[in-house]
């Protein structure tokens, strides 16, 4: 039997630092890791990492996964581990764009490659 419900949501992040940028929230029944990741490459071997070392048998990413990066956290994880993407509409994508373009993100991703 299973001890509890472990989901982790992984969200890219330019100046983030998946060592450094990680919490994990508990009840008695459900675990939720949550981790930020700068690309796809970091986010595959952190997936890779809490599906095959911590047991998460859940992955929700954040709106900014391409379905080829969703097929690679799938590969990433193996046979039997749900994976999920959050996506809003295009109201909420919107919203959310003209904050991240206020606060400088996409000039950070820039700035990366």
Not at 43 to 51: F, I, M, T
Request: net charge neutral; aromatic share 8%; with cysteine.
């Amino acid at each position: 039997m299973v001890g509890v419900f472990r989901a982790a949501f992984i969200a890219h992040v330019p100046d983030a630092d998946p060592a450094k940028h990680r919490c994990v929230i508990r009840t008695s029944l459900y675990e939720l890791t949550s981790v930020l990741v700068k690309d796809d490459d970091e986010a595959v071997e952190v997936c890779k990492e809490l599906a095959q070392k911590e047991g998460v048998h859940a992955f929700i990413l954040c709106p900014g996964f391409t379905h080829k990066s969703v097929a690679r956290v799938v590969e990433a994880v193996g046979e039997g581990v749900s994976v999920n993407v959050a996506r809003g509409d295009g109201p909420s994508y919107r919203a959310a764009s003209k904050i991240m373009r206020e606060v400088g993100w996409f000039e950070k991703e820039k700035r990366k490659n």
